[in-house]
């Protein structure tokens, strides 16, 4: 993406071509990394794998792993977010299948994989490296608060798993297409596998959490953008730590909100339901001013997958109408996503 | 104080009585440990030490580490809450000396006594242990954001180091004296030393940062107050996110606002004006309502440790009247924080 920051905490060399791994998963938004890799980097995806039990599919060639071998997978990739990071029961003979077959194991989950014996008995066995990219650089700082030169936008939310990674993701790739410096800024483990770098923020011990996403944007050439990957929400009863922390850290110029339409509650919390987006630009203004009082909203970003192109096209014309700003699906290109993009650097 | 909740996260005995350690501190605000322990356990304090070069002193007497032994000290806690947690570089021939005179190193720093490679060698070789309190426990839950039973009181400030533990401990021990059930919940390395256990919230890993306070005060009696000790402050450009973790795992009923008069600026942050405490107020019900619908805001505690107990009196009862709530200095016992304990208990 025409980088022209420094880049730091680069990932020891990550074992693609990979085999994705679904683990017993039946709810795909739980296998949002599987699907972030076969989306932004499909080049370097073999085929999926899971437990019997699951029923989400990426689409891709269902491959055992010695099959997976047989076609050049150097890796296996745990595709699965699930809530608190844990590596299932179930998963560790197939796990073990894998390294026996030869691949090496990806890992983003909280939960390290060498600290399931069966998995680090094996990979000793086998000579396999087991590799975790959830895993915070040493010596993150104390926050300073100190303004730093260049550019700087983030993806909000109004919840988790709805669009964020992708619209930085999309917004990196079309500011490079128009001839800007831009850096996609992973903050999560999809992107994070995707950009072969970047900060684990909800890895991060809670006093160094503004202090890390201030590492991973410094300072840079006044015309450069760090299009940074944004976490959870504000109004995540159990994330919003993780957002507050790389709002003020990132210090961004601009946000952009995500948004899935017709989610009524935060997921996994029935009692919890989803702000506004207008709530939710309000509240990232009067926290996000707190380090950068120039901090404005670009626009909207609404995931309509699951809506045909003429509804789509009319429920974004009615958001943007309604918001007074830019709204578009970054995934349906066209001139919708170019007003966000022009509006990002108005 | 009359505790009536299970007993949790008890750390290993600790071995008090302690000579605190005050490094090559210049600045009272960052020996705030060894002002705690001398102001709400006096009874196991035997002296103070540190480095020529310090200036701050706690007024207890000043004592070498052999002379403290002979006095019956056990341990030597390190007095000092630098920005960063780290192990001065300065102090390690003196916490050497300590080990070698037969005291333990008891430290909440985020950095480790262990991984000093001298103080390592040097407890080995004299059979001394080296106690880490910053320690949180294993297996924190994501938070639930489910409401819990029982009432809950957090101390919030427009700052550190101004007070919200000191209030808390004020607060809790006030309620037991009225005969209430309460527990001061501790949630930073001077609070736990105090109470003897609790949570390191600054020492969290951000995911779990609302999950680590919602297992800090568990479903309780309806009756029995948790009397939460706050941390840093939601304006903070470094610590909001610890703050806004705790006050959506805390669910708190009832939060005061603690202040320091006078201070203008975020501690080591000249750039930042402080918040009003009405600002303060406003968006700690903005933001704690999220898990709380009902938080209300029952009075501001004043640290007035610099004014005579005129002016005091005269600025306690400004400040109520401007806000209309009961404003206290906690440490200045009368009328006023009678008032105070009222407004919780309202």
Request: net charge neutral.
């Amino acid at each position: 993406m025409n980088a022209s920051a420094p880049a730091r905490w680069e990932l020891q060399p990550l074992p693609y071509p990979y085999l994705l791994f679904l683990g017993d998963t039946t709810e795909p938004t739980l296998a949002k990394t599987a699907f972030g890799l076969r989306d932004w980097i499909p080049e370097r995806c073999v085929g999926e794998w899971g437990c019997a039990e699951g029923t989400v599919s990426t689409g891709l060639p269902r491959l055992r792993p010695r099959e997976a071998r047989a076609r050049g997978a150097r890796g296996l990739v745990i595709g699965v977010a699930n809530m608190g990071g844990f590596i299932g029961e179930r998963w560790v003979p197939l796990l073990v299948e894998a390294l026996e077959a030869g691949l090496d194991l990806v890992s983003g989950l909280h939960a390290k994989l060498a600290d399931v014996p069966e998995l680090r008995a094996a990979a000793a066995r086998c000579g396999r490296q087991l590799i975790d990219v959830r895993v915070p650089p040493p010596n993150i700082p104390i926050a300073t608060g100190r303004k730093r030169t260049g550019k700087r936008l983030l993806t909000v939310g109004t919840d988790c798993a709805l669009g964020k990674k992708y619209t930085a993701l999309a917004l990196a790739r079309a500011l490079a297409a128009r001839g800007r410096s831009a850096d996609f800024r992973a903050t999560g483990q999809t992107g994070i596998l995707i950009a072969g770098g970047g900060m684990p923020m909800d890895a991060v011990v809670a006093d160094f959490e503004a202090g890390a996403a201030e590492m991973l944007s410094p300072d840079a050439p006044p015309d450069h953008w760090d299009v940074i990957e944004g976490q959870g929400s504000l109004f995540h009863p159990a994330y919003a730590a993780v957002s507050l922390g790389l709002l003020h850290g990132s210090q961004p110029d601009v946000f952009v909100v995500c948004h899935e339409p017709g989610r009524e509650h935060v997921h996994g919390y029935p009692d919890y339901p989803l702000p506004s987006i207008a709530e939710t630009i309000e509240l990232t203004v009067r926290l996000g001013r707190r380090t950068n009082p120039l901090i404005r909203c670009a626009g909207v970003s609404l995931n309509t997958s699951h809506l045909d192109p003429i509804e789509a096209r009319d429920l974004l014309a009615r958001e943007a109408g309604e918001l007074g700003l830019p709204a578009a699906d970054p995934m349906r290109p066209g001139r919708e996503f170019e007003r966000l993009v022009d509006s990002c650097l108005a």
